[in-house]
């Protein structure tokens, strides 16, 4: 580790890209840090005030921008590895919602032929609601 590793502002400003970085595939973010670090033993001398440091961190530009200009030129695939968990527990979600509005109808549907009580019509109201909006949201991040 170089001194300038050592330097408090160049800390903070990696642990600012590390953090924005997490977006990136990892082989991608290790070549990306290791190529900012490059930069900054350029521009700094092996003992470097603190105004110069400060300078050449914004020479290079925030981490923020450094991020967004890499994802702007190479994309992040849409599947990763934690896509199919996901998939998988939208499907569930997704299939829970069909069920709990099966169940929240059967009461609407019997009111039509026998006394039900109010309290059970609007719990139902409710549940059907939400499993229809739990559908419908599952669906839709399924199709992305």
């Known amino acids: 580790m170089s001194n300038f590793e050592n330097n408090p502002s160049v800390k903070k400003y990696m642990s600012l890209f590390d953090e924005q970085a997490k977006a990136l595939p990892k082989s991608r973010r290790v070549t990306l840090r290791a190529e900012i670090l490059s930069h900054i033993s350029a521009l700094l001398p092996e003992v470097a005030a603190p105004e110069a440091v400060s300078i050449a961190l914004r020479q290079l530009g925030s981490p923020v921008e450094i991020v967004s200009q890499e994802l702007e030129m190479n994309p992040v695939p ?30 609407l549907l019997l009111a039509t032929f026998a006394p039900v ?6 719990v139902c109201g409710f549940v059907l609601i939400i499993s229809a909006v739990a559908l419908v949201m599952s669906i839709r991040r399924l199709r992305r």
């Open 117 to 122: 009580p109010g309290w059970l019509l609007i």
């Open 78 to 107: 849409a599947t990763t590895k934690g896509s199919r968990a996901n998939r998988v527990a939208l499907v569930v979600i997704a299939t829970l919602a069909v069920i709990w509005l099966g169940l929240a109808a059967t009461p």
